[in-house]
């Protein structure tokens, strides 16, 4: 049996993927209110696929509750935030986790840590806690997570993976686990370096945003088109630029690679400027906003909409967005009434806030694209009227870009 801890964003489609291909699971979590609405039979956030997911673990036998079990291998996918301050990982909830599978785990067990950690992490933070409570019989194993919000049921399946275990044994035993759902290869490797694996991949996708971002602004700075540009040399054999975009939120992109920033602070100058780069994209967009307004005259703020919280679209994670960065940096500048609209944010999370797409649209004259929600791309007739302020780059009428 698996005992599954942490049933967010990542733990709950693990859980839930194992079990639907026959692996007894047993998912834990402290959130007494998620677990009650999992056991009422409610999946807790959106995704393509969950739901189904949901119905066939259920039939398999997958259980809810706030307890930790007893058995041999425990998959711990619990939150990383970063220190704000020192950019390094902040590991105290992997930390609490390991603690409490320890008073329950049986001699031997295999403890896979799932969450992303930096470098060096569970030498540093996990094994003294293995040492100091006489726990060295634990199997440590780490084998982080790629899956992206939106598809994420389609890449559990299909995504490569990595293992990092100290023993070849121990990774063989657990790469068989993850084998009874992923199609894709699986990779045994030690600890260390699949904790940097995971990091290094968001670090590329991260300073790729960031050159695609800083090309926006030198383009914005002397009047070229950044699409164009980036188009055309696209062409080029060698060359694959990414789009810009109004910043990167999500749980990793914007998180992992400061990671590196606070381990080696002296070493990762690349990857600090990238980082700063994208985080002042909000920013950026804010000042765009301002100069569109006063080119068509326009004085009242409040008449001005951002189009989606969320951090990429079709989603309703809101993470570190850009939507709420740019309401962050508004409110900083002691300003507010910027009014703001995303379908698959139903709660009334920020100021000025609509629940309803035509509401939205009659009270602004302006409306900014922060998301490529599908419902925007299927309701353009009712932009017609509108300044159109496409951070996206998805309109292909008449608008202001980055
Ligand atoms: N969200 C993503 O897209 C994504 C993708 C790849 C990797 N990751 C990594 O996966 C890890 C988990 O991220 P997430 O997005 O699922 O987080 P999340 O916040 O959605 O879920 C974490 C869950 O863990 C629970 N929890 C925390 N401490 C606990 C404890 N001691 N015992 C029991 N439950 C506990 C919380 O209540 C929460 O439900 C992070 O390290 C993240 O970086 C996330």
Redesign the pocket.
């Known amino acids: 049996m698996i005992n599954v801890?942490?049933?967010?964003?990542?733990?709950l489609p693990t859980a839930l993927m194992m079990s639907s291909h026959g692996v007894e699971v047993i998912g834990?979590?402290?959130?007494k209110e998620?677990v009650s609405t999992l056991n009422a039979g409610h999946t807790t956030f959106k995704e393509d696929g969950l739901d189904e997911l949901f119905q066939e673990a259920l039939k398999a036998g997958i259980k809810f509750t706030t307890e930790y079990q007893v058995t041999d291998t425990y998959i711990v996918?619990?939150?990383?935030p970063y220190d704000k301050f020192s950019k390094k990982v902040d590991a105290i909830?992997v930390v609490?986790?390991v603690k409490?599978v320890l008073k329950v785990a049986p001699k031997n067990a295999t403890l896979v840590v799932?969450?992303?950690?930096s470098p060096g992490t569970i030498a540093k933070s996990i094994r003294p806690v293995l040492e100091e409570q006489g726990r060295t019989d634990i199997n440590l194993v780490h084998a982080?997570?790629?899956?992206?919000?939106g598809n994420m049921v389609y890449e559990l399946l299909h995504n490569n993976r990595t293992i990092g275990a100290d023993d070849r044994a121990t990774g063989e035993k657990v790469k068989e686990l993850y084998s009874s759902f992923c199609q894709g290869d699986i990779v045994v490797t030690d600890i260390k370096t699949a904790e940097m694996t995971?990091v290094v991949e968001n670090t590329f996708r991260a300073v790729n945003i960031a050159f695609a971002n800083e090309l926006a602004k030198i383009c914005r700075h002397d009047n070229m088109d950044v699409y164009e540009i980036i188009k055309i040399c696209n062409m080029h054999p060698r060359v694959n630029i990414l789009q810009p975009g109004p910043g990167v939120g999500?749980?990793?992109i914007s998180?992992?690679p400061w990671f590196l920033v606070g381990d080696y602070p002296s070493l990762a100058k690349v990857i600090d400027e990238s980082m700063k780069t994208n985080d002042g994209m909000p920013d950026f967009v804010l000042n765009r906003i301002h100069e569109i307004m006063r080119e068509k005259g326009m004085t009242d703020v409040s008449r001005v909409g951002l189009y989606g919280l969320t951090y990429k679209e079709n989603v309703d994670?809101m993470r570190e967005s850009p939507t709420l960065q740019l309401l962050e940096s508004q409110e900083r500048h002691l300003a507010s009434g910027l009014k703001v609209y995303d379908p698959f944010i139903v709660k009334d999370v920020v100021d000025n806030q609509y629940h309803d797409l035509d509401e939205f649209l009659n009270d602004i004259d302006m409306v900014v694209i922060m998301v490529g929600h599908n419902e925007i791309k299927e309701n353009y007739e009712k932009l017609r009227d509108k300044i159109i302020f496409d951070t996206r780059h998805i309109y292909d009428g008449e608008c202001y870009r980055l």
């Open positions: 801890i942490g049933l967010g964003y990542i733990g834990t979590d402290y959130n998620l996918s619990v939150p990383t909830y609490a986790a409490d799932e969450s992303t950690v982080p997570e790629r899956i992206i919000p995971k999500g749980h990793c998180v992992d994670d």
